[in-house]
């Protein structure tokens, strides 16, 4: 039996994502489709149930992204969520309009008549971010909740089967929100739960071993969680045909490539690590440029990548691209080399046979559980992220192993002390500045280098804050800091939000 599936139809809303994986979280399999995608197509694909999105648009600009209004005709049941509400309404032929005052933030909605969309939801709060609101409903609708500010915050045309809701149901902030997004799945389209991890791993065993046969498989291994979940997937399913190369450039944290090669060495694969910090080092010399850094860094790394691999004859290459990747990349059906943001870009006329890709669908929640299933090490599975340029873009101008000793040190007694005091934190680094400043000790004048300490708290690193620190363990940190480490002669605390700032420094 084929397994139900959501379409969720994007409209350019940034919380994409999160509805789709709010789908998967239920038990139904979802997949992100452009918001222009025809009646035609969907019927080929015959979800049991279609999402809009939200988005920044209003419904009335000429270049506002636009929907095929057959889509609302295929009787597959519809929920519209802000924009996707607004677009809906104005297709179907009701009004929307710019409100006198936007609603931002949580406010709470009063239910007005009884709907199956509300299920066992009282009047409750929401998340509101609009600006425009839909002022009068197509015929046939019916109003099912409203706001202070907003007399339609949802509506439903239950002949038609089409809900919508201006508030957004998929972020926390909305507390019965995963409910109204449970109750639409399963009370109004009669979805049937049948997605799962489990499930995955399964379908992916029968995919990999049917597609690389008796093969061996290169895998660029970093360390990141998705191509170490890669990795470890892979050993599982074609146990001795997989070769990690691990191309360590000398640019990692402290102990981070003795870690990596641990967490791999006595397993069923060949694990190649490649010493390159003096080619790296070499090639890096002199320069200052941060975007030259990174070219630089990215083609060596294909010259170094394409020498280790070409060692191995025919063979397949494994990617750990993953659904996001596979969204931003526009390319939601076709077949596509993940472009390497990590490491420059792997060489698209590749020789290899084939490209596996087992995360392809997957989130990265959904990667990191698949890890925890694998039974992976935690520091693995919840790795933060960690740029493919490593510290040559946290060793501010020219790069010399002598910075990057201090940089790690800086970098080992930061993150040991947010740990010990407990301090969660999304990603947390030492910069190490160019700038050099007077200090004493003892007796004697120094003059060393200013360091730079970042924390910050993210739920997608496109928009961050910092992360607040406890006052004391700031005390300890930089007092270890100044003592422990040479060079070193005063700390600073970067606390500024993205934007403005970047969450790296270069
Ligand atoms: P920014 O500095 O752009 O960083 O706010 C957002 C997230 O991306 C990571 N980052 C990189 N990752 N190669 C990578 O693989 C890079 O060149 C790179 N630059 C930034 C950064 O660590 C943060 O998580």
Known sequence: MKQDKVVVLDFGGQYKELIARTVRQ????S????????????REI???AIILTGGPHSVYEQSSPKMDENVLKLGIPVLGICYGMQLVCYTLGGRVEPA????YGTVTIHRTTDSMLFDGIGDSAVLMSHSDRVTELPEGFTVTSSTADCPIASAEDVEKNIYVVQFHPEVNRTKQGKKLISNFLFKVAHARKGYSLTKVIKEQTELVKKQVGDHKVILGLSGGVDSSVVATMLERIIPGQVVCIFVDHGLMRKDEGDSIEKAFLNKNLTFVRVNAEQRFLKALEGVTDPEQKRKIIGAEFVKVFEEESGKFGDCFLAQGTIYPDVIESGANNSAVIKSHHNVGGLPKETRFLGIVEPLRGLFKDEVRKLGRILNMPDYLVNRQPFPGPGLAVRC??????DKLDILREVDYIFNSELNAHKVKSDQSFAVLTPIRTVGVMGDYRTYDYVVALRAVKTNDFMTCEAQEIPYNVLRIVTSRIVNEVKGVSRVVFDITGKPPATIEWE
């Open 26 to 29: 239920l038990g139904v399999y």
């Open 31 to 42: 997949e992100i489709l452009p918001g222009n995608t025809t009646a035609e197509k969907l």
């Open 46 to 48: 015959s979800p049991v």
């Open 100 to 103: 006198t005052t936007g609603e």
């Open 396 to 401: 501010l101008g020219e790069i010399t192993k």
